[in-house]
């Protein structure tokens, strides 16, 4: 019983659909093919069902089968969290948080500006990116527009849809991504 990709599932389970010779599919034949699938699949019994989030709470799965194969296949680690920001205050839930040992303030340098400032150097020059995000404050739509001051301070203006920056509105429940590229 090892894992096995599903190229070599195929192989197995076609070499048993094709079998001509009488007996050759023998109950231990077929039970390790079964056990081949179990061994090499996420079992349904294994993965969280809770589907509540709280401050605590990741995108990636715990599990550790599932952490792994989506570790190996996405290209960056990222910090992301639901922020929302009432007369100064900034209430912040972090979501996903792949900076082991990383913390992150938020703070309003300045009218339109939103900083968070990373606890170690971890924005890498030339590979940090923040996705596209906006926000309604007041009854008008603005954009979030990310870009490094530094590897450890990331910058957010906060910009009408013409370009203009007038002020730091009130907003709840916005979600600010920074992703670092591995190369």
């Not at 070499?15 to 010779?21: A, G, K, W």
């Not at 849809?161 to 600010?176: I, K, N, R």
């Amino acid at each position: 019983m090892a894992q096995q990709t599903d190229s070599e599932l195929t192989v197995e389970a076609t070499v048993i659909q094709d079998e001509t010779t009488a007996g050759a599919n023998t109950a231990t034949r077929v039970g390790q093919m079964l056990n081949d699938i179990i061994d090499s699949k996420i079992n349904n019994d294994k993965i969280d069902t809770n589907v509540t989030l709280s401050a605590d709470d990741t995108f990636v799965p715990s599990v550790p089968a599932a952490k792994g194969y989506i570790d190996g296949k996405i290209p960056y680690k990222s910090y992301a969290a639901i922020v929302s920001l009432s007369s100064g205050t900034f209430t912040v839930l972090t979501k996903q948080n792949d900076f082991t040992g990383v913390t992150f303030a938020y703070t309003n340098p300045s009218n339109g500006v939103i900083n968070i400032t990373a606890s170690s150097a971890v924005f890498a020059s030339n590979r940090a990116t923040s996705p596209g995000s906006s926000l309604l404050g007041g009854g008008v739509a603005y954009f979030l527009v990310g870009s490094q001051l530094t590897t450890s301070i990331w910058n957010f203006d906060i910009v009408k849809h013409d370009g203009t920056q007038s002020g730091t509105p009130s907003f709840s429940q916005v979600l600010f991504e920074i992703r670092v590229y591995n190369s």
